[in-house]
């Protein structure tokens, strides 16, 4: 049964839904990507899709809107795919578990892929109407943007005519975004050397509890990073108690701060007791250094067994704990223009061990593209001390303002005119897709927009009902008057 079928407008929470019971977390968009396909066929649309899985339909402009220009509606159709550990749903396979409760859309267990499953659903309930007034319409849906733009980088945009684009990957209702962050992914490789001396006792340590999210949008929020967590607690503990690394991992995606993390630690016989002592009095510390910021912070520790033949040589965990402990994570500088904006971050996300190397990956951010070098300048000179290297990819650029955007201007003068008050015109730290496509398209006008999404990328992520229909009335009178 439909869980979202009683709910206005129809057609918007009916795509909505489809796009939920397809798994399309980054990496994963076989299966929606041809869903989107098969749409456009089905209703004889005109659409293009590429070996990225990217998908470009067309539709033509509805009587009396023959001779206005055309506009490009964009998203993307990944989503960041994170779930509770007691969650048993697969999401490489498995629908969402969709649920309402008030005013929100929420998936049980897990993310809901609000960012940015609701602008597919505009995109779609636009281009399958027969009653809603618009220009020619050229919907531009891509793939992993969640893992630093691939979709929007390969895309071909050579066939479009649009000179101006609603670029839906918002969260914010009554702000437009009309400029944004540069940014890039890189991977610190460590090396670590093993040795088969298995003497003594192992215990899993685990930091959690944190509150996670968007490694852009919530980054000045100073949320702990559980892994630079971890990384401290156990550098404190090294420092009174030997110990020898099994393994340490934590988070899921770069682009999301991380909320756990964990680590396999071998130490001597008769040394639990010193060790979990002196855990206890640093998840003690941390809870009151972080107690107005991270409420259900823990750091804990059980013994367990190891299916692992090795462990790290005391000389390796020296210096993964170092490694880790010096990382760049945060905010690294606030711009002097915009009050309050972060201009350069750089959120440590991914953490994992393997045979012969510890990998960090991190998501760098910045509004100016030379902070943003110099950062991973640091980051690599940082790996290279340590023996390591890195490896640079998924780089995108910047969004700058543009101060005669026409888009822009009708798109504040309609807001005021819809609901009686200003919109913000603001500048955002997380990175968004205009950047690249004003690379490809010169002379494009951006504006991206939305309705309110609380706490994206995680799993108590959650859609206001209220605010994607007013959203999408905002939508239709833009198509109609601008």
Same mark, same amino acid.
């Given at each position: 049964?439909?869980?979202?079928?009683?709910?206005?407008?129809?057609?918007?929470?009916?795509?909505?839904?489809?796009?939920?019971?397809?798994?399309?977390?980054?990496?994963?968009?076989?299966?929606?990507?041809?869903?989107?396909?098969?749409?456009?066929?089905?209703?004889?649309?005109?659409?293009?899709?590429?070996? *990225?899985?990217?998908?470009?339909?067309?539709?033509?402009?509805?009587?009396?809107?023959?001779?206005?220009?055309?506009?490009?509606?964009?998203?993307?159709?990944?989503?960041?795919?994170?779930?509770?550990?007691?969650?048993?749903?697969?999401?490489?396979?498995?629908?969402?578990?969709?649920?309402?409760?008030?005013?929100?859309?929420?998936?049980?267990?897990?993310?809901?892929?609000?960012?940015?499953?609701?602008?597919?659903?505009?995109?779609?309930?636009?281009?399958?109407?027969?009653?809603?007034?618009?220009?020619?319409?050229?919907?531009?849906?891509?793939?992993?943007?969640?893992?630093?733009?691939?979709?929007?980088?390969?895309?071909?945009?050579?066939?479009?005519?649009?000179?101006?684009?609603?670029?839906?990957? *918002?969260?914010?209702?009554?702000?437009?975004?009309?400029?944004?962050?540069?940014?890039?992914?890189?991977?610190?490789?460590?090396?670590?050397?093993?040795?088969?001396?298995?003497?003594?006792?192992?215990?899993?340590?685990?930091?959690?509890?944190?509150?996670?999210?968007?490694?852009?949008?919530?980054?000045?929020?100073?949320?702990?990073?559980?892994?630079?967590?971890?990384?401290?607690?156990?550098?404190?503990?090294?420092?009174?108690?030997?110990?020898?690394?099994?393994?340490?991992?934590?988070?899921?995606?770069?682009?999301?701060?991380?909320?756990?993390?964990?680590?396999?630690?071998?130490?001597?016989?008769?040394?639990?007791?010193?060790?979990?002592?002196?855990?206890?009095?640093?998840?003690?510390?941390?809870?009151?250094?972080?107690?107005?910021?991270?409420?259900?912070?823990?750091?804990?520790?059980?013994?367990?067994?190891?299916?692992?033949?090795?462990?790290?040589?005391?000389? *390796?965990?020296?210096?993964?704990?170092?490694?880790?402990?010096?990382?760049?994570?945060?905010?690294?500088?606030?711009?002097?223009?915009?009050?309050?904006?972060?201009?350069? *971050?750089?959120?440590?996300?991914?953490?994992?061990?393997?045979?012969?190397?510890?990998?960090?990956?991190?998501?760098?951010?910045?509004?100016?593209?030379?902070?943003?070098?110099?950062?991973?300048?640091?980051?690599?000179?940082?790996?290279?001390?340590?023996?390591?290297?890195?490896?640079?990819?998924?780089?995108?650029?910047?969004?700058?303002?543009?101060?005669?955007?026409?888009?822009?201007?009708?798109?504040?003068?309609?807001?005021?005119?819809?609901?009686?008050?200003?919109?913000?015109?603001?500048?955002?730290?997380?990175?968004?897709?205009?950047?690249?496509?004003?690379?490809?398209?010169?002379?494009?006008?951006?504006?991206?927009?939305?309705?309110?999404?609380?706490?994206?990328?995680?799993?108590?992520?959650?859609?206001?009902?209220?605010?994607?229909?007013?959203?999408?009335?905002?939508?239709?009178?833009?198509?109609?008057?601008?």
């Amino acid at each position: 049964m439909s869980v979202l079928g009683q709910l206005e407008p129809k057609k918007v929470y009916y795509y909505f839904e489809q796009i939920c019971n397809i798994p399309h977390g980054s990496g994963n968009l076989d299966g929606i990507s041809s869903y989107l396909a098969s749409f456009a066929k089905d209703r004889g649309l005109f659409h293009i899709r590429d070996a *990225s899985n990217n998908v470009i339909i067309i539709k033509e402009a509805t009587a009396g809107y023959e001779s206005a220009e055309p506009i490009i509606l964009q998203g993307h159709m990944d989503m960041v795919a994170v779930k509770k550990n007691d969650c048993d749903i697969n999401l490489e396979k498995d629908p969402l578990r969709i649920k309402t409760e008030g005013d929100f859309i929420f998936a049980e267990g897990t993310s809901l892929g609000g960012d940015d499953g609701i602008a597919v659903a505009y995109i779609l309930a636009v281009l399958d109407s027969e009653d809603i007034a618009h220009p020619r319409i050229e919907a531009v849906i891509t793939t992993d943007e969640e893992v630093g733009m691939e979709g929007a980088t390969a895309i071909d945009l050579s066939m479009l005519k649009a000179k101006r684009m609603l670029n839906i990957d *918002s969260e914010e209702e009554g702000i437009l975004l009309t400029s944004c962050a540069g940014g890039m992914r890189m991977d610190c490789h460590i090396p670590v050397t093993r040795e088969t001396d298995l003497d003594g006792i192992f215990l899993k340590v685990c930091a959690g509890g944190l509150l996670g999210g968007h490694s852009g949008t919530e980054i000045n929020k100073e949320h702990t990073n559980a892994i630079k967590l971890l990384a401290v607690t156990l550098q404190q503990i090294w420092q009174k108690i030997p110990f020898r690394l099994v393994e340490i991992c934590g988070g899921e995606k770069d682009n999301a701060i991380p909320r756990e993390a964990s680590a396999v630690v071998c130490l001597p016989e008769g040394q639990k007791d010193a060790f979990v002592c002196e855990l206890n009095r640093i998840e003690k510390e941390e809870k009151n250094e972080k107690r107005s910021k991270e409420k259900n912070l823990f750091i804990r520790c059980e013994e367990v067994r190891t299916t692992l033949s090795s462990v790290f040589d005391n000389g *390796s965990t020296e210096n993964i704990l170092s490694f880790l402990v010096l990382l760049p994570n945060g905010v690294m500088a606030m711009s002097a223009d915009i009050d309050g904006l972060v201009e350069t *971050s750089l959120n440590v996300g991914i953490l994992k061990t393997f045979d012969n190397e510890v990998v960090a990956s991190s998501a760098i951010r910045s509004a100016i593209e030379t902070a943003k070098h110099k950062v991973g300048l640091q980051v690599d000179v940082l790996a290279k001390v340590f023996g390591g290297y890195t490896e640079t990819h998924g780089e995108y650029p910047g969004w700058q303002f543009d101060p005669d955007s026409k888009l822009r201007a009708d798109m504040v003068r309609i807001y005021k005119e819809m609901f009686g008050k200003d919109v913000k015109v603001e500048a955002l730290h997380a990175g968004l897709e205009c950047g690249i496509m004003i690379a490809k398209i010169p002379g494009l006008d951006c504006v991206s927009f939305g309705p309110d999404i609380f706490d994206i990328h995680t799993t108590e992520e959650r859609l206001s009902i209220s605010s994607a229909s007013r959203m999408w009335d905002y939508l239709l009178e833009i198509l109609r008057n601008c």
